[in-house]
């Protein structure tokens, strides 16, 4: 990576403006961006399919989820960290560079999904601990390249001081992630059901004052048709979330290393060794 081509100002920021650095990202990027997602998603589709077949509901389909969407960020990131440093946003170099370190990024991310399920039956407070004073994982792996047996000492170390904060962080960009899926899901059920005729649930919905009616628990529960959308709908989204994190750790790395300092030494000692 050559510093001299740095595509993205590094500095510090708030965690609204790493939001906001995400959107126009993954606009930036969007085809790109889709094409990773895809390569996860498609055996996410088949193995939620097998479990509602097998009588499984949303709740498991989101545990499934939340396992394999993180692998599929992890390929983001690796491409935007490739982007941030000049080069060209490649989804190849993406999927290429986690296969390089695959199973120990799916063991490592196995192990803070099962952790974070386990709390997060019981309540929300303690899973946003977990995400957040463990979400560098996929970064400390795939971009610092960091050996396995100090990953964790790295993790904690970037955490260090901020372990709330970045807890309250991953709480609000989760919050706001979910309350974006529910709102495009509407949006696309109202336009399907308008435009060509094939509603999701609102229309199919006779509304009842109930709160256990049996339609709509099972609209919400077990109809593939609407949770497939659904789905689909966070499939999509979720570049957003996975790229705000990921300014979120460059702006950690700022905040924690004076980052920004490091590389302005690193392209001076480049330009005068040019010089020379």
Excluded at 162 to 182: D, K
Excluded at 195 to 208: D, H, K, M, N, T
Excluded at 220 to 226: I, K, P, Q, S, V
Aim: net charge neutral; hydrophobic share 55%; charged share 15%.
């Amino acid at each position: 990576m050559k510093l001299e081509n740095v595509s993205i100002s590094v500095e510090e920021r708030s965690f609204g403006r790493c939001i906001d650095m995400g959107m126009l990202f993954y606009r930036e990027h969007l085809p790109s961006s889709l094409g990773i997602l895809l390569v996860f998603a498609l055996p996410f589709y088949l193995l939620a399919s097998v479990i509602l077949d097998l009588g499984g509901h949303v709740v498991h389909l989101l545990m499934l989820f939340t396992f394999i969407a993180p692998l599929g960020g992890a390929s983001l990131i690796v491409a935007a960290g490739s982007r941030v440093f000049g080069e060209t946003f490649s989804a190849t170099y993406g999927l290429r560079a986690l296969g390089k370190r695959f199973f120990t990024t799916l063991f490592l991310l196995f192990l803070r999904w099962l952790v974070f399920i386990l709390f997060a039956t019981c309540l929300v407070v303690p899973a946003a601990l977990i995400g957040g004073g463990f979400g560098y994982f996929a970064e400390v792996i795939l971009l610092e390249q960091v050996p396995l047996g100090k990953i964790s000492k790295r993790q904690s170390a970037l955490v260090r001081g901020r372990f709330v904060e970045l807890s309250y962080n991953f709480l609000i960009l989760t919050f706001f992630y979910s309350l974006a899926c529910i709102a495009v899901f509407i949006v696309l059920d109202f336009a399907l059901g308008i435009l060509v005729g094939y509603p999701l649930l609102i229309s199919r919905w006779e509304f009842q004052i109930d709160f256990f009616d049996e339609e709509l628990n099972y609209f919400l529960f077990y109809d593939r048709r609407t949770l497939f959308a659904f789905f689909g709908v966070a499939w999509f989204l979720y570049p957003i979330w996975r790229y705000a994190w990921f300014f979120g750790y460059l702006d950690q790395r700022i905040r924690k290393e004076s980052w920004d300092l490091d590389l302005d030494f690193r392209l001076e000692a480049q330009r005068l060794k040019g010089g020379v």
